[in-house]
């Protein structure tokens, strides 16, 4: 595959492909809560305590309408590839799954809980896959921390600066028309 469509080649091959769209600048425990919903169908559900302590919204956008995967279930066991912070995410949507949150079972009753954050459903993931994803996190934002740091002292050459306008020419996200939202990772 040459510069193509993954999702369609993929396809072309036999398998069954959807490509989820959660917030590109999200948390992966946000963007995990929005890969749960619109897997599932539900309304996107951040988590009580989590909401709370962010201090953002509860809820989010609602899938009911559009579920990626409508009978998910143990026989429908799911191969999730997450490409840079998108590898976070699916690792994020992993463990929720798996063991839920002690916090979120605490602090919202189980009637009106996520069935994301009560867990038990490691049985749904056959395996994760990730590309050049950070999963030991950055250094670099410590520097920021550092008051001796000077960005301006810091010398990028000029053909860095050249291929990096080059790569991004042709890596641009694109709406998928569902809420605005830009692709973040592909499911299988």
Known sequence: MRG???????????????????????SAWDRACEL????????VDYGEAHSWMYGHARFGRDFR??????????RTRLILLG??????????FSELLAHGDA???????????????TGGMEDRLHSLVT?????????????FEDPAFDAGTVHV???SRALAR??????????DGRHGIMPGMICM
């Open 131 to 143: 590309l050049a994803s950070p999963m030991n996190g950055t250094t670099a934002y410590d520097l």
């Open 103 to 117: 916090a979120e079972q605490a602090a919202t009753p189980a009637e009106t809980r996520s069935p994301l954050f």
């Open 4 to 26: 193509g469509d993954l999702m369609l080649f993929l396809r072309s091959h036999g398998f069954s492909c959807y490509a989820a769209s959660v917030a590109p600048a999200g």
């Open 65 to 74: 309408d559009a579920p990626l995967i409508p009978d998910w279930n143990a």
């Open 83 to 92: 490409h840079s912070f998108g590898g976070a995410t699916v690792r994020m």
């Open 36 to 43: 749960y919903a619109q897997l599932t169908g539900t309304r």
């Open 166 to 175: 080059m790569m991004s020419m042709g890596t641009r996200p694109k709406p």
């Open 157 to 159: 050459p000029w053909w």
